[in-house]
């Protein structure tokens, strides 16, 4: 299994440290898209990492491609969660035009699982390499297991020539060398995943904050409301006794002219 080091030694300075990781990003962004979509799809990745949306013309004019290879490619990518899109409708033509965003994350978890699988893959040819032993032709026509060997009595099937014993120890080197590379990108890659999801954290306890905010700013708009609709009612009632008391005042006087 491989070992989750979270936080990779680096020996470099934060910024140097953050100018690789972006280049392991936009090579592993490469990587991945080139797997799904073929090569040319590797061309998109700049023109979406980081840029939100993007309207799909204007993507296919800048990769110098159809709009149809273009949506190919998309589908493909689409087809693996590696892309998202919203549509708009342009109002002077009256059709839908389609925004395409890099899901990166998701790019880079989805290149973690490959290289899992080629660890895993590559460990146990390790293990068959280090109990069996495997002949190989002088002229590199072929290689078999030693039960193959035995049952073509040791010959090339091609040449005639023996079969040689494969050297384990060079071979055991070859396979711990590229176990190493892949446990290393991987452990890289997953500090791009910490990194997103620290990013993410922030991302998220801002907009909580953002939201409370709103909450509180209405909360107090809706008082100010309150305050000047009580106000006004308050006047409003004032007005009305003013009034009634008047009325009460003028009826007294009335009564009293009418007695003298």
């Excluded at 919203?86 to 994350?105: A, P």
Aim: positive net charge.
């Amino acid at each position: 299994m491989m070992k989750d080091t979270k936080g990779t030694a680096l020996k470099t300075s934060k910024s140097e440290q953050a100018g690789r990781l972006k280049q392991i990003e936009e090579e592993a962004l490469r990587e991945i898209v080139s797997k799904v979509a073929g090569k040319s799809a590797a061309e998109l990745v700049p023109i979406l990492k980081d840029k939100g949306h993007v309207d799909e013309f204007k993507i296919a004019g800048k990769a110098k491609i159809t709009i149809n290879e273009l949506r190919n490619i998309l589908y493909k990518l689409h087809h693996h969660d590696l892309v998202s899109s919203i549509r708009k409708k342009d109002n002077k033509k009256g059709w839908f035009i389609y925004f395409w965003s890099l899901n990166v994350e998701r790019a880079i978890r989805s290149l973690i699982r490959e290289y899992s699988k080629e660890f895993e893959s590559q460990t146990s040819l390790l293990d068959s390499r280090t109990k069996k032993n495997y002949y190989i032709c002088p002229k590199g026509h072929t290689e078999l297991s030693e039960e193959s060997s035995l049952e073509q009595n040791f010959e090339c099937i091609e040449c005639g020539e023996l079969l040689v014993l494969k050297d384990r120890e060079i071979e055991q080197r070859k396979i711990n060398k590229t176990i190493d590379t892949i446990q290393e990108r991987v452990n890289l890659l997953r500090e791009l995943v910490h990194k997103y999801e620290a990013a993410n954290k922030i991302a998220f306890e801002k907009d909580i904050i953002k939201v409370a905010k709103e909450k509180k700013e209405a909360r107090a708009a809706a008082k100010k409301v309150r305050v000047r609709v009580a106000k006004r009612e308050e006047a409003k009632l004032a007005r009305v006794k003013a009034k009634a008391k008047a009325k009460r005042g003028e009826r007294k006087a009335h009564k009293k002219g009418m007695k003298r």
